[in-house]
């Protein structure tokens, strides 16, 4: 009877699991591949870079290159999930090769046992007496069932031997599939913690890049932001300094000009007076005054004889900051102090009768402003009503008492 070829079905296994080998070394590859080569490339491209602070578009390009490799460390992740659990397979595959090779082992102990037997019958029973007897027996029927008997354990001895040296191949052949797999399962793993290796020190290196240009770049913008407060404090310096020069010229031609003598010819207006309008007065027309300043020809006199009177009380005169103030003088105070100054060309300091005191009178309820308040009206000073509370002015002092806005 022909023999018919077949196919251990642990055979099939092993076949498998071959296949399986070359795809996780291969997915194992590719990963490696895409996920380390940019990584590598942006590392590359940065590593000599100067240590100069970036630029806005430099810092963003940085911040591209980290969200790129953290991008990718991510897709690697999800890649080296699908290699662990292709890992996970294989060496079940191959632990249920190895068991199979152990049962086929137990099978082969088995059958080597029946050889066994069947050698040591051969060796204790060479003469072949009993089956020539049998196969002689004048019953027909004996010697028919003898015939069977030698043909079925001829076979089966036959069978035996056929299967314990295929069984003893494939338990080669599974062996040798489990210790590939078993190596392929090591090359996939090396590769796997290298990847993961790699990736992190690739993440690691991009964030300490990222945040050494941040670094400098924000120590750039704070440099940036210091130097453009010193040209705009030099700027408003050199503008202060130039209006300071124009308003100390305009003060030396405005001294320089003949001072009128200071008598009181009586009959002034209680408003605008001379013609003149509000800060355009002639320094001609005006009388200067103790501490400095000029005054209307009245309000000069008055001033002058209180000032004495305060000497007496003090031991000095009277301290000024500020009398007649022209027009230009009017616009400079009112920009920068607008809350507190008259609208230029409304402020009784224009008219030559308005003064701002200081040293001691500039502070509401000292003894000087005490006295001022005391003795001032009988030179014809006073310290108008608006001053006390919009606004605060104690220094404000003005010669009777004007309509117009006065201011500090």
């Given at each position: 009877m022909p023999r018919r070829r077949t196919t251990h079905p642990l055979r099939r296994v092993s076949r498998r699991q071959r296949r399986g080998v070359?795809?996780?070394?291969?997915?194992?590859?590719?990963?490696?591949?895409?996920?380390l080569s940019p990584v590598v490339s942006a590392g590359q491209a940065h590593a000599a870079a100067a240590p100069v602070p970036p630029t806005e578009q430099q810092l963003a390009a940085l911040k591209a290159d980290a969200a790129a490799v953290q991008?990718?460390?991510?897709?690697?992740?999800?890649?080296?999930?699908?290699?662990?659990?292709?890992?996970?397979?294989?060496?079940?595959?191959?632990?249920a090769a190895t068991s199979a090779a152990d049962k086929l082992d137990a099978q082969l102990g088995v059958l080597r046992a029946q050889i066994s037997q069947f050698a040591g019958d051969m060796y204790e029973q060479p003469t072949p007496d009993t089956i020539s007897r049998m196969l002689s027996d004048p019953d027909i029927n004996r010697s028919v069932q003898a015939a069977q008997l030698l043909k079925y354990a001829s076979g089966n001895r036959t069978r035996v031997l056929r299967q314990v040296?295929?069984?003893g191949q494939q338990a080669k052949v599974l062996r040798a599939t489990a210790a590939q797999n078993v190596s392929a399962a090591a090359v996939v793993q090396k590769s796997v913690s290298q990847q993961v290796r790699a990736l992190q020190a690739a993440s690691a290196k991009a964030a300490a890049r990222l945040q050494a240009a941040q670094i400098a770049y924000q120590k750039e913008q704070a440099r940036l932001a210091a130097e453009r407060a010193a040209k705009a404090k030099a700027a408003r310096d050199e503008a202060a300094r130039a209006a300071a020069a124009r308003r100390a010229a305009a003060l030396a031609t405005d001294q320089a000009t003949p001072v009128a003598e200071c008598h009181n010819p009586g009959g002034y207006p209680a408003g605008p007076w001379g013609g003149y309008?509000?800060?355009?007065?002639?320094?001609?027309?005006?009388?200067?005054?103790?501490?400095g300043g000029r005054l209307r020809p009245d309000a000069a006199v008055a001033f002058n004889k209180m000032s004495q009177a305060y000497a007496q009380a003090f031991g000095q005169p009277i301290c000024v900051t500020d009398s007649y103030r022209s027009y230009s003088s009017q616009v400079a105070v009112f920009r920068k102090r607008p809350a507190f100054a008259a609208v230029p060309g409304t402020s009784n300091h224009g008219w030559g009768l308005a003064v701002?005191?200081?040293?001691?009178?500039?502070?509401?309820?000292?003894?000087?402003?005490?006295?001022?308040t005391a003795h001032a009206g009988q030179f014809g000073w006073v310290h108008p009503a608006w001053a006390l509370h919009n606004p605060f002015e104690p220094w404000h002092w003005?010669?009777?008492?004007?309509?117009?806005?006065?201011g500090t």
């Amino acid at each position: 009877m022909p023999r018919r070829r077949t196919t251990h079905p642990l055979r099939r296994v092993s076949r498998r699991q071959r296949r399986g080998v070359a795809q996780i070394a291969a997915i194992a590859a590719a990963a490696l591949a895409v996920t380390l080569s940019p990584v590598v490339s942006a590392g590359q491209a940065h590593a000599a870079a100067a240590p100069v602070p970036p630029t806005e578009q430099q810092l963003a390009a940085l911040k591209a290159d980290a969200a790129a490799v953290q991008a990718q460390l991510s897709a690697g992740a999800k890649k080296l999930d699908t290699a662990r659990a292709k890992l996970s397979q294989l060496q079940s595959k191959a632990a249920a090769a190895t068991s199979a090779a152990d049962k086929l082992d137990a099978q082969l102990g088995v059958l080597r046992a029946q050889i066994s037997q069947f050698a040591g019958d051969m060796y204790e029973q060479p003469t072949p007496d009993t089956i020539s007897r049998m196969l002689s027996d004048p019953d027909i029927n004996r010697s028919v069932q003898a015939a069977q008997l030698l043909k079925y354990a001829s076979g089966n001895r036959t069978r035996v031997l056929r299967q314990v040296a295929v069984d003893g191949q494939q338990a080669k052949v599974l062996r040798a599939t489990a210790a590939q797999n078993v190596s392929a399962a090591a090359v996939v793993q090396k590769s796997v913690s290298q990847q993961v290796r790699a990736l992190q020190a690739a993440s690691a290196k991009a964030a300490a890049r990222l945040q050494a240009a941040q670094i400098a770049y924000q120590k750039e913008q704070a440099r940036l932001a210091a130097e453009r407060a010193a040209k705009a404090k030099a700027a408003r310096d050199e503008a202060a300094r130039a209006a300071a020069a124009r308003r100390a010229a305009a003060l030396a031609t405005d001294q320089a000009t003949p001072v009128a003598e200071c008598h009181n010819p009586g009959g002034y207006p209680a408003g605008p007076w001379g013609g003149y309008s509000d800060g355009l007065i002639p320094g001609a027309e005006l009388c200067a005054i103790i501490g400095g300043g000029r005054l209307r020809p009245d309000a000069a006199v008055a001033f002058n004889k209180m000032s004495q009177a305060y000497a007496q009380a003090f031991g000095q005169p009277i301290c000024v900051t500020d009398s007649y103030r022209s027009y230009s003088s009017q616009v400079a105070v009112f920009r920068k102090r607008p809350a507190f100054a008259a609208v230029p060309g409304t402020s009784n300091h224009g008219w030559g009768l308005a003064v701002d005191l200081g040293c001691g009178i500039q502070n509401y309820g000292s003894p000087q402003y005490r006295w001022m308040t005391a003795h001032a009206g009988q030179f014809g000073w006073v310290h108008p009503a608006w001053a006390l509370h919009n606004p605060f002015e104690p220094w404000h002092w003005e010669f009777g008492h004007l309509g117009g806005s006065g201011g500090t």
